[in-house]
């Protein structure tokens, strides 16, 4: 399976951590120095499903496909607007299409697990050419009383178009049931036969015990890739890893003793976007004309389940 284009959306308005500071027990500085993010952008006029359009919209014509060409669509989110339909379906009118289509939910790994899906359907010959995308909108359910979580997160959609050639090499996935440290529970309901139903309530998690888990893990999982492949730190160009915390990103980087270029970042500006991260980082770097033909690029990602999911790709 081979990347043959790339797209990403974000929206309009930019939410600084001045903006913050203006109702919460917080500063630029605080957050900043904790997270590396000085701003990011949510959601106010605009929708998750338009995000989810102009970034499909972006990948096909940088792949230069047509909606005709579009066998399925896979996006990954954790909550869209409705529960059903997917929004793999809603977002096909205004891309023109007319193929199969479905959400898949895998927390902040889950565009990896979107190019997995992908890559099987390909190679089971149900399709030719995807358009895998990653949705997400978690200023939806991010507590913003709690200045310890809703200052990490962002909205944005990005993906890409992926067709048959050779390009994605591997794709690993791992998991440690450990769901008390990272969740969000979904809305309870009013079902009148509920026996004591779960109340609603924001996403929760607890920072040290996710950032002692991304880090060891990514490290462990990028090691254990470029072992599988006969590859030292140095053989791989870029190591685009989920957007949730530049300490993370620094810690992991300095375990594997490589140079900064090698690790592209933008989560000063966007915050973490959990499953979008990857392809919104994909887009910038393709956009900028540093993916050159040949080059390798590594993918990790970690959330909650706690999961971890690891790609290596050659542009």
């Known amino acids: 399976m081979k990347i043959l284009g790339t797209g990403s959306a974000l929206p309009k308005k930019v939410v600084t951590n001045d903006d913050l500071a203006g109702f919460l027990e917080t500063n630029d500085e605080w957050i900043s120095t904790r997270t590396g993010i000085r701003e990011r952008r949510v959601l106010s006029d605009d929708t998750l499903q338009s995000l989810a359009e102009r970034a499909g919209k972006a990948a096909m014509e940088n792949a230069g ?9 896979l996006v990954s989110t954790v909550q869209a607007e409705t529960m059903s339909p997917a929004l793999a379906c809603d977002i096909q009118p205004a891309l023109g299409l007319k193929c199969m289509g479905m959400d898949i939910n895998g927390g902040c790994t889950g565009f990896i697990a979107a190019l997995a899906v992908a890559e099987g359907l390909i190679a089971s010959g149900r399709a030719r050419k995807l358009l895998v995308l990653s949705a997400e909108a978690l200023s939806r359910f991010a507590d913003w009383t709690d200045r310890s979580t809703c200052v990490l997160f962002g909205d944005a959609a990005g993906g890409v178009v992926v067709g048959e050639g050779e390009g994605v090499e591997d794709i690993r996935f791992a998991s440690e049931p450990r769901h008390a440290v990272l969740c969000a529970h979904t809305p309870p309901g009013n079902s ?105 690029v590594i993918l990790s990602a970690f959330g909650a389940g706690l999961c971890t999911g690891t790609a290596l790709i050659k542009w």
């Open 192 to 296: 009148p036969f509920a026996i004591d139903p779960a109340p609603a309530q924001y996403l929760k998690m607890q920072g040290q015990e996710v950032y002692r888990f991304a880090v060891s893990h990514s490290f462990r999982d990028i090691r254990d890739m470029l072992a599988a492949h006969n590859l030292a730190p140095e053989d791989v160009d870029f190591y685009a890893l989920h957007q949730a915390n530049m300490r993370i990103l620094e810690a992991v980087r300095t375990r594997l003793k490589v140079d900064a270029e090698r690790f592209p970042h933008n989560i000063e500006r966007t915050g973490n976007t959990s499953s979008a991260t990857i392809p919104v980082l994909l887009d910038e770097l393709n956009r900028a004309g540093k993916l050159k033909p040949g080059c390798r």
């Open 65 to 73: 496909v047509s909606p005709e060409d579009i066998d399925c669509v």
